[in-house]
């Protein structure tokens, strides 16, 4: 395999599995189809120090979900305003405390899953990057302006209870390991520490 390329930042989209509020399946395309950008998170882990013989011994002291960071979202904004007043809806919802899904808690009202493909520079997928439960914290202000003919963009901010990265078996240069394994053991297992691989078939099913 020859060394890679560097990354392209425009080599991404975005799915939507739901989104409170939005009972139709078409309506999506306001979100999969509007994204502009995404600030993918950073990861973190707190550790702490024990003193031993006067050496600090650090150990990791985080739960799996604990301190994950938020993903911000650049959205263009729709003729109509659609894709804003949505998000607008789910929000006051949640501050009001009106239930926009059939389970009945209002934890609930999320997005199931948001998933981010990445691709290569032939723009083929090469992972999936899923945020699950996914609730807004921040939806970004709006710059009316005289005189502009500019496309209006927003942000979203939300928070999250879970990340996974998904990639094709296909893709070589992978080469975890789940602690206590060896790198042979985890690839035929199908598993890396933190990675789940899919065979090469992965994406079929999604929209695009």
């Excluded at 650049?74 to 894709?83: G, I, P």
Aim: glycine share 6%; with cysteine; proline share 3%.
């Amino acid at each position: 395999m020859a060394y890679p390329n560097v990354a392209i930042d425009s080599n991404f989209y975005m799915i939507f599995s739901n989104v409170p509020g939005v009972e139709k399946q078409s309506t999506l395309k306001y979100f999969d189809s509007y994204v502009r950008g995404v600030s993918l998170p950073g990861y973190s882990v707190n550790v702490y120090a024990t003193d031993f013989k006067g050496y600090d011994e650090l150990h990791p002291m985080d739960r799996k979900n604990t301190d994950l960071g938020e993903i911000s979202i650049t959205f263009r904004l729709s003729e109509d305003y659609l894709n804003y007043f949505i998000l607008m809806n789910w929000m006051q919802s949640l501050r009001y405390g009106r239930n926009l899904v059939d389970d009945g808690r209002l934890k609930m009202n999320v997005i199931n899953e948001m998933d981010v493909f990445i691709l290569n520079n032939q723009k083929q997928k090469i992972a999936k990057i899923r945020f699950t439960k996914c609730l807004p914290t921040d939806l970004g202000s709006l710059d009316l302006t005289y005189g502009s003919d500019e496309e209006l963009e927003f942000s979203l901010s939300l928070r999250y209870e879970a990340i996974t990265i998904e990639v094709p078996d296909a893709v070589e240069s992978v080469n975890l390991c789940i602690p206590g394994t060896s790198a042979s053991s985890s690839a035929s297992s199908g598993t890396t520490g933190g990675l789940w691989l899919l065979k090469e078939n992965w994406y079929e099913g999604y929209r695009h």
